[in-house]
């Protein structure tokens, strides 16, 4: 199931009318709906979208309200940005083949350095496409912290920590790649993926990843 960050999509994808909804929309309202969808999600499984029709972005405020819901419940938000609307992506099917990887790496980077891991700590995100290219510089972000204050204001800890936080899918396409974001990470944070299923995709899962899923269910030793 697939939320989308606009209220009204998201109250239409719970069989909720939009225009039937208090006026005006409260955060009460917004954390209210939130919950009772996620309530409906088998064991409280979400994805998220992180651009929307209307360009609005990760930082949008109906999201950091739905985090508040989303932290209550101790949820599992799976972060699933999609193709890349960038007009310089022209060749034939850029905008899947590093389109959706670089918008993967601006919703992580932009949910790191935004603080809303700090403020919702009980969060389970899982991030897809292995966390776009993130994993690859996260230390010219933390790089970035030391330097400026600006970067810090907002972060209790360095980029890198964030990081370490969270839980990513295995489908990164080469055993390379794979094993760098073990590396990073540790395979407790490692899920086997898959993308399906869209067109550029592999099934069953990639094997790798069977003690990420654990921990990220809450099924671990």
């Not at 292995?130 to 810090?152: E, K, M, N, T």
Request: hydrophobic content about 40%; overall charge neutral.
């Amino acid at each position: 199931i697939q939320a989308q960050a606009t209220y009204h999509r998201f109250l239409r994808e719970a069989g909720r009318d939009p225009d039937r909804v208090p006026r005006p929309l409260t955060r009460d309202v917004v954390i209210a709906e939130t919950e009772a969808r996620a309530r409906e999600l088998a064991e409280r499984h979400l994805m998220v979208n992180y651009r929307d029709e209307y360009g609005k972005d990760w930082q949008h405020p109906l999201i950091g309200q739905a985090g508040v819901a989303a932290d209550r419940l101790e949820a599992v938000l799976f972060l699933h940005p999609l193709l890349s609307q960038d007009p310089r992506l022209r060749r034939p099917q850029m905008p899947n083949l590093i389109g959706v990887l670089w918008e993967t790496t601006v919703s992580l980077a932009d949910l790191i350095l935004s603080g809303l891991l700090d403020r919702y700590p009980r969060v389970k995100l899982l991030v897809a496409h292995g966390g776009g290219f993130l994993p690859y510089q996260i230390g010219r972000l933390d790089q970035g912290y030391q330097v400026w204050p600006a970067v810090r204001s907002a972060l209790d800890s360095p980029p890198s920590a964030c990081l370490r936080r969270l839980w990513f899918d295995s489908v990164v396409w080469t055993r390379q790649s794979l094993q760098l974001l073990l590396d990073l990470v540790g395979p407790e944070r490692v899920a086997p993926g898959s993308d399906y299923p869209f067109d550029l995709s592999v099934w069953p899962p990639i094997g790798e990843g069977a003690r990420g899923a654990e921990t990220l269910l809450g099924r671990a030793p």
